[in-house]
């Protein structure tokens, strides 16, 4: 090739150059714009087609999906127009999967402020996790984190904390103060880890009563069905004839989970195939796929009552057990206030590499109860003790709950709340460990092909 060109050949080459360059990359950007815009309007059409509210949602052409920067932000908006639904998400695929598989990535550690003091407590550790592996346990004080003392009247540090632990920073190091007050730090890493959702059992004797008290922390998948399973035969082989749930910190999970969970609680008259133990009603466009699906007692348990453990933070698929065993059984809550309040869920919807989880559903028990969006009042107003570690007989809310399985009454003693910390300090203390709890999804959903509607059906595959 002859390179010896003149400047006004040499100037032409480059000037076909640049406009062909110019030319490959706006088609390729054109491309992108499209393949994303397919994402945004795809995404939206089929929130619009099985949402539970689809007549809040405007024309795709009103909404205008292609405006918006991803397929959160279309989520986020879908939202804006019922206030009810605070829920709808996205997240891509491999997020999806790695909940099925019972994994998460994190410090594998929650904290909670206390009333009354600018304390900062560990609520629960996975005990596969950073700081599981590390030694953290619960009610250990959190003093410092990244050499930072963490004051809760200072929006920036609530911020910090915040940005912490569900931000993008993937280590830190934290300061920890035990019970005997000794100080020791650990440097922890977000890491990928198998949850250990049966985070603590014991079986109490009270007299002729065998009390078995688990602590269950998320509905997750086979790995936690297998927990479950291990949980209550080790109950069947001591010969419980009580049983507290501790939800406190149950956010929810797979409606596969809990139909495992309420099949083994129930009490045996409600037989197999017999009983209804929940109802999906969908949006108006879709009431023919309205079904009940009805208990499948498995196990020798035979409770005439339960006790379940709960706080704002209990939500969602651990409502639902709670709703579907209430019509069959004597239901008690002991806890703080009330639970968190959502009577709806949502399939995995896939849309190009993510999947959409618009609500789609609510459930109904036997009895028609549906709409607890304030969620269920306790029995029992027992402040959350994160001064004692889960099991401790001194713990108040399980010292309360087997009080009243030996005693069939609450106690009239029971701390409801710290008696020199003022309401308002309590409520301050609720919403910043409400702003932290809302962090971390609150979620019901249905990932059975066979219980999906047919479009969902058809998308899975």
Known sequence: ??????????????????????????????????????????????????????????????????????????????????????????????????????????????????????????????????????????????????????????????????????????????????PDETAVE????????????????????????????????????????????????????????EVVVDLRYNRGGFVSTQDTLANMLAPKAVGRAQKVMYTYVFNKKYTSWNESYKFYKVGNLDLSRIVFIVSPSSASASELLINNLDPVMDVKLIGETRTYGKPVGFFPIPVFQYNIFPVSFKSVNSLGKADFFAGFPVDKNVADDLVHDFGDESEANLKEALFYLSNNVFSAIAPDRISSVSSAEVQRVSELNNEIADHLPSVTVENRPSRMPPFVRRLQK
Not at 80 to 100: G, N, V
Request: hydrophobic share 35%.
């Open 186 to 241: 650990h440097a922890l890493q977000k890491s990928t880890y198998t949850l250990n959702t049966v985070l603590y059992s014991k079986v109490y004797l009270r007299g002729d009563r065998k009390i078995g008290y688990f602590v269950f922390n998320e509905f997750s998948g086979a790995t936690s069905v297998a927990e479950l399973v291990s949980t209550i035969n080790e109950f069947q082989n001591q010969g419980v004839n």
């Open 1 to 178: 090739m002859n390179l010896n060109l003149r400047p006004k050949s040499l100037l032409k080459c480059l000037v076909f150059y640049f406009t062909l360059v110019s030319v490959s990359f706006t088609a390729c950007k054109k491309k992108d714009y499209e393949v994303e815009s397919n994402v945004l309007d795809s995404a939206y059409l089929k929130t619009k087609d099985i949402y539970l509210w689809t007549e809040k949602l405007p024309s795709i052409t009103s909404f205008k999906p292609r405006n918006l920067p991803d397929i959160y932000e279309l989520m986020a908006k879908v939202r804006s127009y019922q206030p009810l639904d605070q829920w709808s998400f996205a997240e891509t695929k491999e997020e999806t999967e790695q909940s099925e598989k019972g994994a998460s990535t994190d410090f594998g550690f929650m904290v909670k402020f206390v009333p009354g003091s600018n304390e900062i407590r560990v609520s629960y550790v996975y005990a596969n996790s950073s700081a599981g592996v590390a030694g953290v346990k619960r009610s250990w004080r959190v003093s410092k984190i990244n050499g930072r003392i963490i004051n809760r009247s200072v929006q920036a540090d609530i911020d910090y904390i915040n940005d912490v632990f569900f931000g993008k920073p993937m280590s830190a190091q934290f300061e920890f103060i035990k």
